[in-house]
């Protein structure tokens, strides 16, 4: 508070008194001037600083931004922000101003709340002190601390909450924090609780946006008709950046009831699937506590700390999905659809975010309703087109069965009355010839059908051929022998109805002129399919109508492969028909 | 009642398609010893003219669209036990078989215009032969028991109704049924139509819906 002129020079005489009088009015004069300029100038200064505070929507921006003005309004050398967690007691976040990156990290941890910042929180009143370390609540610095002397520090509310504590140390110039001072910071913190509950909210409604925009994306995908696999997997991806998760696992129930991991989201691998194979099953999850957990369809947040014992297996099968720590938060959201399972959305985070991972819960629950919601729909979708499907290939069924085959029937019958009464053998070797043809036509269209009903019936391949030798008995007498291997079910669907007809006509043929007593068919899968039927009969008629073994011929080019049929020693036949998995060929 | 060798047979057709009655008829009256005396397209029609020609052999489609085939067949055995049936199909063997021993047919034809030797069936038949050998009952009657373990709809056959059932595939009319078991004719005929049903043998409209909604398990499959 010094002017700007030389203390005025001695003077003599009468005059001195009242030129000192004068002069020291002067001097107060000017220096109230100067007092009251400078208020003006500090009040303009804070008004400015609300200005910027306010103006920011950026959390951690605005958070920075608060402690820099807090430090130039009142000269302070250094300056902080501690944001209190959710427990009201602890410091999660520390903002500071004056520190240099070396210097912070030199110091180490950041405070968590001793000593008085630790006061401050408890008692949430404004606080100045000419020396930090001789308050009585005083804890020391850690190393490496610069060394502070003077303090002032406010509580920053958010509506009556505290959000958190604005300190301030070391007034430059080494004089102390004044009443001034005080006033102005309380009047910034006021501002600055506004600015970081606007920031906040636009902080959360952003955050919304996000969830929103995913469950949307997920909806999306589901009702596309994308697999069910990949939408989970960009579930467990987007859901596991939100929630700024170390990991995320979505299991669905499977028709058995199995819970299979459909997706494993994780962090730096950025590798989403189920970690085997592409097109592989997941794990399943077969722990018996599941179905309680996902019947109940309440969420559950299972905080584990090292040491816990191992009652919280849920969580640890989880945590073992992934390359993170045995330990941590982690959140169990059951998808559901009312009292129908549909599976879970596993979420699990580092231990240190404990502190966060409340309000995440509340997110995570609507999505997984979301979820449970498009995957519904987008199953009852599927289902209805296949039904659709179906009947239409019902209807071309009955449409053949009842009209192509009795027209054709019908008109066969006739030829073969012209026939019977054509005068010329030669009329009536053609019509014979067109009779027989139209009966090829008849045996095709009654395969086509068969076929249909097949496609009608997608069911298990090794079930169906096994149903097949089974009913082949009652023609037989006797049980066929059956042998097939596991590559059964990894067939191109074309090969699949090739496969099951090439099987009944093998059989039939057997059962109806070989006379065996026994009969073996095997399946095989590799490179190729070989289905092998051999038998203990009277061998191959050279005289039998050969339509059924040239069918299975056409049956077996269509996929590069060939049919050999060889005797068998010391009676019998072997029948080798083998098929390429790849596409069918022309032919 | 038997013809002899040089005697006409008479033979009534009942098939809901036109085109194939008069594609039977023309070949059947190409055989001289064969009259067709009448036909049918539908199982009212059947029921109202077969009693009026007397027929030696009644040829049915097992579908037809009020109602099935092998329900009128049955009818018309029990009534008039000298007209004999042949039931004509265009399905496979599992459900022809099937059909016939229903019916209390002396046989099943598929319709297939060479192979069928339908004249040689129908003279076989006419001349009192059975063309259902006691295997084949057997075999129709493994396939249900076989079908009614995965289908839902045969588990739900009553004692009853699989008493009728038995009694069927002993070849029994609907009036011997009636006597062995102490019902009515008319009681009979009522649990073989919910037999038929519940196999899926009823009329066309009845089967498609049935069909549309149960895949047909593999072992029934048509041969081709």
Same mark, same amino acid.
């Not at chain 1, 589901?222 to 990991?247: F, I, K, N, P, T």
């Not at chain 1, 009903?453 to 030798?469: C, F, G, K, T």
């Not at chain 2, 040829?59 to 009818?75: K, M, N, Q, T, Y």
């Given at each position: ?62 958070? *920075? ?58 008692? $949430? ?5 000419? +020396? ?21 520090? *406010?509580?920053?509310?958010? &509506? ?44 959360? +409604? ?13 909806? @999306? ?36 009831? &199995? ?18 194979? $592409? ?25 584990? &700390? ?74 009852? @979708? ?24 009795? &027209? ?121 399919? +070989? ?10 008629? $050279? ?32 029948? *080798? ?11 | ?67 099935? =085939? ?44 060479? =192979? ?109």
């Amino acid at each position: 508070m010094q002017g700007p002129h030389p203390p005025a020079p001695p003077h003599p005489g009468w005059l001195s008194t009242t030129a000192l009088d004068l002069d020291d009015l002067l001097d107060e004069l000017r220096s109230r001037a100067q007092a009251s300029s400078r208020s003006q100038q500090r009040l303009e200064a804070l008004l400015d600083a609300v200005m910027a505070i306010t103006a920011g929507l950026d959390l951690p921006e605005v958070l *920075t931004r608060i402690v820099d003005c807090a430090c130039d309004l009142v000269d302070a050398t250094y300056g902080a922000l501690g944001v209190l967690g959710p427990d009201g007691e602890h410091l999660v976040e520390f903002v500071t101003h004056g520190l240099t990156q070396a210097e912070r990290d030199a110091i180490g941890d950041l405070p968590r709340g001793h000593g008085v910042l630790g006061l401050l929180i408890r008692e $949430p009143h404004p606080l100045r002190l000419d +020396t930090l370390a001789d308050h009585p609540a005083s804890y020391g610095f850690p190393p490496n601390h610069p060394p502070m002397g003077s303090f002032m520090g *406010t509580p920053v509310r958010i &509506r009556e909450q505290v959000f958190g504590n604005l300190y301030l140390t070391e007034k430059i110039g080494g004089a102390r924090f004044s009443d001034e001072d005080e006033s102005i910071l309380e009047a910034l913190a006021a501002a600055a609780g506004i600015a970081i509950d606007n920031a906040r909210l636009y902080e959360r +409604t952003m955050r919304q946006r996000q969830w929103m925009e995913a469950t949307g994306e997920v909806s @999306q995908m589901l009702l596309e008709g994308r697999d069910e696999a990949a939408a989970m997997g960009y579930l467990a991806g987007r859901a596991r950046v939100l929630s700024r998760a170390d990991l995320v696992v979505v299991a669905l129930q499977d028709g058995d009831g &199995r819970l299979v991991v459909q997706a494993v989201d994780t962090d730096g691998s950025g590798a989403t699937g189920t970690g085997a194979s $592409p097109g592989a099953p997941g794990p399943v999850l077969d722990d018996p506590r599941w179905p309680h957990l996902l019947q109940g369809g309440a969420p559950l947040l299972l905080l584990t &700390r090292p040491g816990d014992p191992d009652d919280a297996t849920l969580a640890a099968a989880v945590r073992a999905l992934g390359p993170v720590s045995a330990h941590g938060p982690t959140a169990l959201v059951p998808v559901h659809l009312g009292s129908d399972v549909i599976g879970v959305l596993a979420v699990a985070w580092p231990p240190d975010a404990e502190p966060v991972v409340g309000h995440l819960l509340d997110l995570l629950v609507p999505l997984a309703h979301q979820v449970a919601l498009a995957l519904v729909a987008a199953r009852n @979708q599927h289902t209805r087109g296949q039904l659709a499907l179906l009947e239409e290939r019902e209807r071309i069924a009955r449409d053949m069965h009842d009209h192509v085959i009795q &027209r054709l029937f019908a008109t066969g019958l006739s030829l073969q009355a012209t026939s019977r009464v054509a005068g010329s053998a030669a009329v009536r070797t053609r019509l014979d010839d067109a009779v027989e043809a139209l009966d090829e036509a008849i045996k095709d269209i009654r395969h086509t059908i068969f076929e249909l009903h097949r496609q009608n019936a997608p069911s298990d391949l090794r079930r169906e051929v096994e149903d097949l030798v089974h009913a082949a008995q009652d023609g037989l007498g006797f049980p066929p022998g059956l042998t097939l291997d596991d590559g059964l079910s990894s067939l191109p669907v074309e090969l699949e109805a090739d496969l099951v007809a090439v099987v009944r006509e093998a059989l039939a043929n057997v059962s109806r002129h070989a006379r065996a007593t026994a009969v073996q068919l095997s399946v095989a899968t590799g490179d190729t399919v +070989t289905v092998t039927v051999s038998d203990d009969g009277v061998g191959v008629d $050279p005289q039998a109508p050969t339509s059924g073994l040239a069918n299975l011929r056409a049956r077996a080019e269509r996929h590069g492969g060939s049919l050999r049929l060889e005797p068998r020693s010391p009676h019998g036949t072997v029948l *080798t028909w083998t098929a390429g998995l790849g596409p069918p060929g022309g032919g | 009642m038997q013809p002899e060798d040089s005697t006409a047979i008479r033979i009534f057709l009942v098939d809901d398609h036109e085109i194939v009655r008069r594609g039977l008829r023309e070949l059947l009256e190409s055989v001289p010893r064969f009259e067709v005396v009448g036909e049918a397209g539908t199982a009212a029609e059947a029921l109202a003219r077969i009693p009026a020609t007397s027929p030696d052999i009644a040829i049915f489609d097992a579908r037809l669209p009020d109602g099935s =085939g092998i329900d009128v067949c049955r009818e018309i055995r029990s009534r008039y036990p000298a007209t004999k049936a042949l039931i004509l199909t265009s399905f496979d063997d599992e459900r022809a078989l099937s059909s016939a021993v229903l019916a209390g047919a002396a046989g099943y034809l598929l319709k297939d215009i060479k =192979g069928n030797g339908l004249v040689d069936a129908i003279l076989a038949v006419a001349a009192g032969k059975q063309l259902l050998t006691p295997a084949d009952v057997e075999r129709a009657r493994r396939s249900w028991a076989r079908e009614s373990q995965v289908d839902p709809r045969l588990q739900s056959l009553s004692p009853q109704e699989r008493r009728v059932l038995d009694h069927i595939a002993r070849g029994m009319t609907n009036r011997e049924i009636g006597l062995t078991l102490s019902l009515a004719e008319k009681t009979v005929k009522n649990y073989v139509t919910a037999v038929l049903g519940k196999l899926g043998m009823e009329s066309r409209t009845q089967a498609a819906v049935f069909a549309a909604t149960h895949p047909p398990s593999a072992g029934g499959a048509a041969s081709p």
